[in-house]
């Protein structure tokens, strides 16, 4: 059974930081995409960051900087290091394991809270 578990929300002030972590189970994490999508109130879900089996990054133009993913192949586990946090940032924080050989197939979790308030 495939499980994508988010982790690492919470209430934190302005300028803050957080790591979520994302532990995925029950698929070859060696060749699954991982991006983080975050989700506010009234929002559409917008894209934060991807890496790539080898290890490749994107973000969000205005993630850059601010935002860093890395991933433990050892844990089967990625993380979203959020540093300089701004209200803005407030959203639920989605992780989705894409597998990038046949079948392509994606898995999501069920999100964790970040709320960024004084």
């Known amino acids: 059974q495939v499980q994508v578990v988010e982790s690492g929300g919470g209430l934190v002030q302005p300028g803050g930081s957080l790591r979520l972590s994302c532990a995925a189970s029950g698929i070859i994490f060696s060749v699954a995409r991982i991006t983080w999508y975050r989700q506010a109130p009234g929002q559409r879900r917008e894209l934060v960051a991807t890496?790539?089996?080898?290890?490749?990054?994107t973000y969000t133009d205005s993630m850059k900087g601010r935002f860093t993913i890395s991933r433990d192949g050892a844990r089967n586990t990625v993380y979203l290091q959020m540093n300089g946090l701004e209200p803005e940032d407030t959203a639920e924080y989605y992780c989705?394991?894409?597998?990038?050989?046949?079948?392509?197939?994606?898995?999501w979790g069920q999100g964790t809270q970040v709320t960024v308030s004084s």
């Open positions: 989705n394991a894409h597998t990038m050989i046949p079948p392509f197939t994606d898995y």
């Open positions: 890496i790539t089996p080898d290890g490749t990054t």
